[in-house]
């Protein structure tokens, strides 16, 4: 199956400030989504990204799918922005990457 | 995208009884639901793909008398943790895909802990 390599796999942050989450994967994929994971579990989609750039707000994403890749942009971090971060792809089937853990401290 | 609802959000059960999961899609008729576990500081892994009318198809190593599902309507999909242990703890999140083209969406998860 489609292996998912997310990086870094911790992240902390001080309030304010930009950072960049990788995804890599291994083969073709129909789709490519990302989705924030909040304390309480809840997985909250931020974006469906099969290619190209995509912004809302302080997010932004950019897919390569000829190189096989993604990025997602946290501009001005807030401590709102804490949680996992998960790349999921879509092959034959939706699979995970093993996510980032971001901590935005105050 | 769609929008799925999942209850309970938080069960515990003793050992040897079964939980069962509810899934429902409100806006959308689903066809096809997914379930979903999650261990703690881990991610997620497909357990089975729900099929409406007909048997769910289970991944490698799921235990399908174990997890039994059941999709009897286009909107309702559910899942039964049948004689839980302290093993199948766990986060159980189910989705829907609302068509090919788009994205998944998840339910808000079931976190089950058994005693």
């Known amino acids: 199956g489609i292996q998912v390599e997310q990086s870094p796999p911790d992240l902390i942050l001080q309030e304010g400030a930009n950072s960049t989450l990788r995804c890599n994967f291994s083969?073709?994929?129909?789709?490519l989504q990302w989705f924030h994971q909040n304390p309480w579990g809840q997985l909250i989609n931020l974006f469906y990204i099969p290619s190209g750039t995509k912004q809302n707000g302080r997010l932004s994403a950019t897919t390569v799918a000829t190189e096989r890749y993604s990025l997602l942009y946290i501009s001005s971090s807030q401590t709102t922005d804490s949680g996992v971060y998960f790349c999921?792809?879509?092959?034959?089937?939706?699979?995970f990457g093993e996510g980032t853990q971001l901590t935005v401290n105050p | 995208g769609a929008v799925v609802s999942q209850h309970p959000s938080r069960v515990i059960c003793k050992s040897g009884t079964s939980v069962k999961i509810e899934c429902r899609s409100l806006d959308f008729q689903a066809t096809t639901m997914f379930w979903y576990r999650q261990f703690p500081k881990k991610s997620l892994m497909l357990m089975a793909t729900?099929?409406?009318?007909?048997?769910?198809?289970?991944e490698q190593g799921v235990e399908k008398d174990k997890f039994l599902i059941n999709h009897a309507s286009l909107t309702l999909s559910t899942l039964t943790v049948t004689s839980a242990h302290p093993e199948d703890s766990s986060f159980y999140i189910c989705?829907?895909?609302?068509?090919?083209?788009?994205?998944?969406?998840f339910g808000s998860g079931t976190r089950l802990t058994v005693v």
């Open positions: 989705s829907v895909q609302a068509g090919f083209w788009d994205g998944y969406t």
């Open positions: 729900s099929n409406e009318g007909s048997k769910a198809t289970y």
């Open positions: 083969d073709s994929v129909n789709n």
């Open positions: 999921a792809v879509d092959g034959s089937r939706l699979t």
